[in-house]
């Protein structure tokens, strides 16, 4: 009878060892809450351009209708980061209403400049927002799955968007070489920003 309980008490020491050395490297929480932060401060921030372009366009001309429909696809985005703020528990950027600003003025302003300064600002921004996305899914580990999924199905929208403004000659855009680049730092900048404050 002792030697039984022997091997119960051994067995069950091994299922233990076994399910600790399974365990999967897991994401690190303040790469996670800088990821989701980050996300949905650009994600915001890009339906705000949005916005300031329609605003200027309308929505019911050839234009808007093509804004209108990657402004559809920026709101699906933002909603899905507006429940993983409320999931994994992480504070959204305090720069909201700054990028809230932000946004719409480059929208417009770009709006304001003509069809392909506007197309020009979204090959700018959704560049740089792609290339940001794929860093992303490397620093996400496997406890992460669906988030990676989900990064992966939003940069593959943000390049359709770049090619859209591509199709719409953007880089006929006066001043394209010089506007894009001074975009691209701004964006770069608010993404290093939002991580952290």
Same mark, same amino acid.
């Given at each position: %009878?002792?030697?039984? @309980?022997?091997?119960?008490?051994? *067995? @069950? ?14 994401? +690190?929480?303040?790469?996670? +809450? ?16 949005? +916005? ?9 001309? @050839? ?6 429909? %990657? ?12 429940? !993983? !703020? #409320? ?7 305090? /720069? ?9 003025? /480059?929208?417009?302003?770009? &709006?304001?400049?003509?069809? @392909?300064?506007? %197309?020009?600002?979204? #090959?700018? #921004? ?16 496997? +406890? ?7 990064? &992966? ?5 943000? /390049? ?5 403004? /591509? ?5 006929? &855009?006066?001043?394209?070489?010089? %506007?894009?680049? #001074? ?11 939002? *991580?952290?404050?």
């Amino acid at each position: %009878m002792i030697q039984k @309980k022997k091997k119960i008490i051994k *067995k @069950k020491s091994v299922k233990k060892k076994k399910s600790s050395s399974s365990n999967k490297p897991s994401t +690190d929480k303040n790469i996670l +809450d800088e990821i989701i932060r980050v996300d949905h401060a650009g994600e915001y921030g890009a339906t705000r351009i949005y +916005d300031g372009q329609i605003a200027i366009f309308g929505k019911d001309s @050839k234009i808007g209708k093509t804004i209108q429909h %990657m402004a559809d696809q920026e709101q699906e985005h933002i909603e899905k980061f507006n429940e !993983l !703020l #409320v999931e994994k528990r992480v504070r959204p950027t305090a /720069l909201l209403p700054l990028w809230n600003v932000a946004g719409f003025a /480059l929208g417009a302003g770009t &709006a304001l400049m003509g069809e @392909k300064a506007a %197309m020009a600002c979204t #090959v700018a #921004v959704e560049k740089v927002i792609g290339e940001h996305y794929r860093e992303q899914q490397n620093l996400l580990e496997e +406890d992460e799955k669906d988030l990676k999924k989900t990064i &992966a199905k939003f940069e593959k929208d943000e /390049l359709e968007h770049h090619d859209i403004g /591509l199709e719409h000659d953007a880089e006929n &855009a006066p001043g394209y070489k010089i %506007m894009t680049k #001074v975009i691209e730092i701004g964006c770069k900048t608010a993404i290093a920003i939002s *991580k952290k404050i």
